[in-house]
């Protein structure tokens, strides 16, 4: 069997996407090696993956990336690069070159799998004699500039989604094949959330910004930011603490926690952390950022969606989601108040179409995942360059 290599976008919401594609390779015999930063190395180790560090002179272990920065996660490292070629009389792209010739040395991978998000930063600096490479899209959205396009024109990019949920006049690259949803209903989850406080008897919303809430407002100032995202949140609470039908399971973000909220209603569970596939299992509603992992899920359990958008990606599954009928776009979390979030909540609940809709694109996703046709790509390439290699 392989060893294959994934290389994802630093962020928990692009490794959550690919363990489910992961553990089946591996279920089949694959050896699965992720190479990230450190600060991953203990969710990845738990999913039962090899770890090797992905710049660990740039960010050693102990290290976090800023998450507060007008800077995407790779233009952050880029500035670091920066810094650190300076210093040794190197380039840029001699650091990337040297960091991806020196794990393929370690690993020798026969596939490297990589995030299509990673492309544009890493790959110029392939080489003739790297091992070959397939691309995973978890967004949905198109993430090639022209540039970008050109170095993946001749590269597969699996887009983790069954085609039945984009829009329809969705511009395709010819190399783009959609596949299954790939959401990995195993992955493993924090101890310590307090299922004792969930009442059964009530429906059930749940409510969260996902990883990246760090953009709940644009600009670069991470307080507004803040602000930003405790005031929806609060907003939230207050529509919630009128509907005593409803309890409310919310997260607080990634730059918040519950001591941040003064004013939680009796119905409303406040939490640092939820178990979010579990939660949607139980879940009647989820009011989201249309995070592209959140959507999917929400899809697979059938759970009508409010989608307040911060940015990018999740701005085109808003619109998606209100396409198919699947739920309501608010279109941004500023423009939220406590009249228009209940206002959508009461449409959907007065329409049943919405439910009929989600079960209708539930099948199909559900169809996807038995298919699992992103395996049989990946499988595909390995065999052939097998071949290639005997001759």
């Known amino acids: 069997m392989a060893t294959i290599l994934f290389m994802t976008w630093p962020e928990t919401g692009h490794l959550n996407a690919t363990y489910k594609v992961a553990k089946t390779l591996k279920s089949r015999g694959h050896a699965i090696v992720y190479a990230q930063l450190y600060e991953f190395e203990a969710d990845v180790c738990a999913e039962g993956f090899e770890?090797?560090?992905?710049?660990?002179?740039?960010?050693?272990?102990?290290?976090?990336?800023?998450?507060?920065?007008?800077?995407?996660?790779?233009?952050?490292?880029?500035?670091?690069?920066?810094?650190?070629?300076?210093?040794?009389n190197k380039t840029t792209p001699d650091i990337f070159r040297e960091e991806q010739a020196a794990i393929f040395a370690s690993v020798k991978p026969d596939l490297l799998v990589m995030d299509s998000y990673n492309a544009r930063f890493l790959m110029p600096f392939r080489r003739v004699g790297d091992p070959p490479c397939i691309l995973l899209n978890p967004t949905i959205a198109d993430p090639y500039d022209d540039r970008t396009a050109a170095l993946v024109s001749n590269m597969?990019?699996?887009?983790?989604?069954?085609?039945?949920?984009?829009?329809?006049?969705?511009?395709?690259?010819?190399?783009?094949?959609?596949?299954?949803?790939?959401?990995?209903?195993?992955?493993?989850?924090?101890?310590?959330?307090?299922?004792?406080?969930?009442?059964?008897?009530?429906?059930?919303?749940?409510?969260?910004?996902g990883t990246q809430s760090y953009w709940a407002s644009p600009g670069p100032d991470p307080e507004s930011r803040k602000q930003s995202a405790k005031t929806f949140l609060q907003t939230v609470m207050s529509v919630m603490a009128g509907r005593a039908d409803y309890q409310l399971v919310m997260t607080t973000s990634d730059q918040l926690c519950v001591e941040d909220f003064h004013s939680v209603?009796?119905?409303?569970?406040?939490?640092?952390?939820?178990?979010?596939?579990?939660?949607?299992?139980?879940?009647?509603?989820?009011?989201?950022?249309?995070?592209?992992?959140?959507?999917?899920?929400?899809?697979?359990?059938?759970?009508?969606?409010?989608?307040?958008?911060?940015?990018?990606?999740?701005?085109?599954?808003?619109?998606?989601?209100?396409?198919?009928?699947?739920?309501?776009?608010?279109?941004?979390?500023?423009?939220?108040?406590?009249?228009?979030?209940?206002?959508?909540?009461?449409?959907?609940?007065?329409?049943?179409?919405?439910?009929?809709?989600?079960?209708?694109?539930?099948?199909?996703?559900?169809?996807?995942?038995?298919?699992?046709?992103?395996?049989?790509?990946?499988?595909?390439?390995?065999?052939?360059?097998?071949?290639?290699?005997k001759f």
């Open 51 to 88: 770890f090797v560090p992905f710049f660990a002179q740039l960010v050693p272990k102990g290290h976090r990336i800023r998450r507060d920065r007008a800077l995407s996660m790779f233009g952050e490292l880029r500035r670091l690069c920066e810094q650190f070629a300076s210093a040794h």
């Open 265 to 389: 209603p009796a119905n409303a569970l406040l939490v640092d952390y939820a178990p979010q596939i579990e939660i949607l299992r139980r879940a009647s509603l989820a009011i989201t950022h249309g995070g592209t992992n959140t959507v999917k899920e929400c899809i697979l359990f059938a759970v009508t969606m409010l989608v307040f958008p911060l940015r990018g990606d999740e701005i085109g599954n808003g619109e998606r989601v209100a396409f198919h009928g699947l739920g309501l776009n608010g279109r941004s979390i500023q423009a939220a108040s406590t009249e228009s979030i209940s206002l959508m909540i009461d449409q959907l609940e007065r329409d049943p179409g919405f439910k009929s809709r989600l079960e209708a694109m539930q099948e199909v996703f559900l169809r996807a995942e038995r298919e699992e046709s992103s395996i049989a790509i990946i499988e595909d390439l390995l065999a052939k360059r097998v071949q290639h290699t």
């Open 156 to 209: 597969t990019t699996l887009i983790l989604c069954p085609e039945e949920f984009d829009l329809p006049d969705r511009k395709k690259h010819p190399h783009f094949r959609y596949v299954e949803a790939s959401c990995d209903q195993q992955r493993k989850v924090k101890p310590g959330f307090p299922w004792d406080r969930v009442d059964e008897s009530k429906k059930l919303v749940y409510c969260s910004l």
